[in-house]
């Protein structure tokens, strides 16, 4: 399955994005989908997951209540929206893609799609 990542930007702390990831390649309803970011210097940390009936999500402690994750399987798309966004939310967003939910509690996702960026400025 190919990932497509969109919808950075930069924007204000207090303010909203909306990513997207759109799949193709592969029967998207097969996968559970997630986020991981990336700042520099920092290592990659997982952001959200939604497993690919949508029933079930999880969230980093980091932005749980604040971010959420769902999913539109007739359009093979994920979002990710982020409220109340903060400057330590600026990290390179991926999109990933995995066959079983519980990867996303303990280890690594088997596709990835390239990053987008977001910055959040003070």
């Known amino acids: 399955v190919q990932l497509q990542a969109s919808g950075g930007g930069l924007v204000r702390a207090g303010a909203s994005l909306r990513l997207s990831c759109a799949a193709s390649g592969g029967t998207f309803s097969d996968y559970s989908i997630g986020w991981f970011r990336q700042a520099p210097g920092k290592e990659r940390e997982f952001v959200a997951a939604i497993s690919w009936s949508g029933k079930s999500t999880y969230y980093a402690d980091s932005v749980k209540g604040r971010f959420n994750i769902s999913r539109d399987n007739a359009k093979n798309t994920v979002y990710l929206r982020m409220n109340s966004l903060k400057p330590e939310d600026t990290a390179v967003y991926y999109c990933?893609?995995?066959?079983?939910?519980?990867?996303?509690?303990?280890?690594?996702?088997?596709?990835w799609g390239q990053g987008t960026q977001v910055t959040v400025s003070s």
């Open positions: 990933t893609a995995d066959g079983n939910y519980i990867t996303y509690f303990r280890g690594s996702p088997d596709y």
